[in-house]
């Protein structure tokens, strides 16, 4: 995607001169692959506009982008990670133990989680019932918890196609794949009665303890071969689907938007997934998306708050700024986000 120049006036910030004093001076950014699209739309067009070299932007998921933003402060560490979901507390915790003390949280806006096969394919109503029980590796029959041996998706909604089933679904790395866990397999687990099965068999010395282990017991998935987890980006699981017409991915709205020409979107709930649905609180899968900065390194690493003012200004992450034309559902709070970054508000409220 290319761009054309936005003047400092029109984005009310001032391109400085990168002059700190620094081994480094290219930001270094690592984390989600579905933040990756706007954040690398963002780097490009800040290479652009300011005296800064453009910012290195990496992938590899939520999880393992948090982790090396949690190795500690200093040149040799990352500056931001990108994230599909909140950094945990155990994360925090991480972070801590290696001097990462200051973490600023930036909320970019919102994205949906959408499910897409082949465009010349079946098309599918889902809920999220039926994509529990095509692959939770245990269902409940007959008021028992069996072995899940659905093989294709009539058997599991009598409504579907006699189609194989073959899911695609992003790796434990993923953010969205916690999110996929959580609003979609472990809703469908509560829905079909199969969580109270799992709660009584559960053990823990607490309800609490209890009721973490049937969710654990919910969200485990068959490993028949019928899910698959895809641990690089949404280009593999599109791959994985091309070389196999049964297949449904689990995607990123905006890379399903940026697809149609091969993909087509399924219903969850009756909802069709799309930025308004999403804005509207409508559609029933979706979250949203972040990136932690190291306040330790602002001052240090030139350019990095710039960056952080630059992707949250009206201009880019705004209704009508490059993230949206993308897929990107703007924040109605992000004017707050923008103060919070200027100010430099860590997590916690302190400043």
Request: hydrophobic fraction near 40%; charge should be negative.
């Amino acid at each position: 995607m290319s761009f054309v120049k936005l003047t400092s006036s029109a984005l009310a910030i001032a391109a400085v001169s990168a002059t700190a004093a620094a081994a480094r001076d290219q930001v270094q950014v690592a984390g989600s692959s579905t933040v990756l699209p706007y954040a690398s739309i963002v780097a490009e067009a800040f290479g652009e506009n300011f005296d800064f070299p453009t910012p290195v932007v990496e992938s590899g998921g939520s999880s393992a982008g948090l982790k090396r933003f949690c190795e500690g402060v200093g040149e040799n560490t990352i500056d931001i990670a990108n994230a599909s979901r909140k950094i945990k507390d155990n994360e925090i915790a991480a972070c801590a133990d290696n001097g990462v003390t200051d973490i600023i949280e930036v909320r970019i806006g919102y994205d949906g989680i959408v499910f897409a096969s082949d465009i010349k394919g079946n098309s599918f109503e889902f809920t999220p019932t039926d994509w529990f029980l095509a692959l939770s590796d245990k269902v409940l029959v007959d008021g028992k918890l069996v072995e899940n041996t659905f093989k294709t998706w009539d058997q599991v909604n009598p409504h579907f196609p006699a189609q194989d089933i073959q899911a695609f679904v992003p790796g434990t790395k993923h953010g969205t794949r916690e999110v996929f866990e959580d609003k979609v397999i472990l809703a469908g687990c509560e829905a079909t009665g199969a969580f109270e099965h799992l709660l009584v068999a559960a053990e823990g010395d607490s309800d609490k303890a209890k009721k973490k282990a049937a969710e654990k017991a919910c969200i485990s998935l068959r490993t028949d071969g019928r899910s698959v987890d895809i641990d690089g980006d949404y280009t593999e699981t599109l791959a994985r689907i091309e070389s196999n017409k049964d297949g449904i991915g689990v995607f990123g709205l905006a890379f399903y938007e940026n697809n149609t020409d091969k993909l087509q979107v399924a219903t969850m709930s009756g909802v069709v997934p799309s930025t308004e649905s999403i804005a509207t609180g409508e559609y029933p899968v979706s979250r949203p998306l972040y990136f932690y900065v190291k306040k330790a390194h602002i001052g240090v690493i030139p350019g990095l708050k710039d960056y952080a003012e630059f992707f949250v200004a009206d201009e880019i992450a705004g209704p009508d700024g490059p993230l949206s034309e993308y897929g990107l559902v703007a924040d109605p709070d992000l004017a707050d986000t923008q103060a919070a970054v200027a100010d430099e508000k860590v997590m916690g409220g302190s400043m």
